[in-house]
């Protein structure tokens, strides 16, 4: 058993900047893949990056690619996004996950992972 949480959300102007932090319970953050989903009202939960156990291979999604970096410290466990040049439409209600799955093909799905965090807001204004 696995537990999340997230830290870090909140109100920014475009261009932005802001790190979110996702704290794991129990000594087997080290066996997860970790993902970051947004999500925001009436749409699904869409995969905004991933990372391997080790960290050695990251994911991006196509819209945050070059914006936004996915890194883990497997001492602290602890995983992060740190976002940068946030635009209006990274505005979204943020989460971590862990997963069990593999990493070939890439863990794209929300139905890939096995916990989940309660989510973090980002806001972000033009």
């Known amino acids: 058993q696995v537990q999340l949480v997230e830290s870090g959300g909140g109100s920014v102007q475009a261009g932005g900047s802001l790190r979110l932090s996702c704290a794991a319970s129990?000594?087997?953050?080290?066996?997860?893949?970790m993902g970051w989903f947004r999500q925001t009202p009436g749409k699904e939960r869409e995969i905004v990056a991933a990372?391997?156990?080790?960290?050695?291979?990251?994911y991006y999604a196509d819209s945050v690619k070059g914006r936004f970096t996915i890194s883990r410290d497997n001492a602290e466990n602890t995983a992060y996004l740190q976002m940068n040049s946030l635009k209006p439409e990274d505005t979204a209600l943020y989460y971590c996950a862990a997963g069990s799955t593999a990493w070939v093909p890439r863990p794209l799905m929300p139905t890939q992972y096995d916990y989940w965090g309660q989510g973090t807001q980002v806001t972000v204004s033009s």
């Open positions: 990372i391997t156990r080790s960290g050695s291979s990251t």
């Open positions: 129990g000594r087997t953050f080290r066996s997860y893949v």
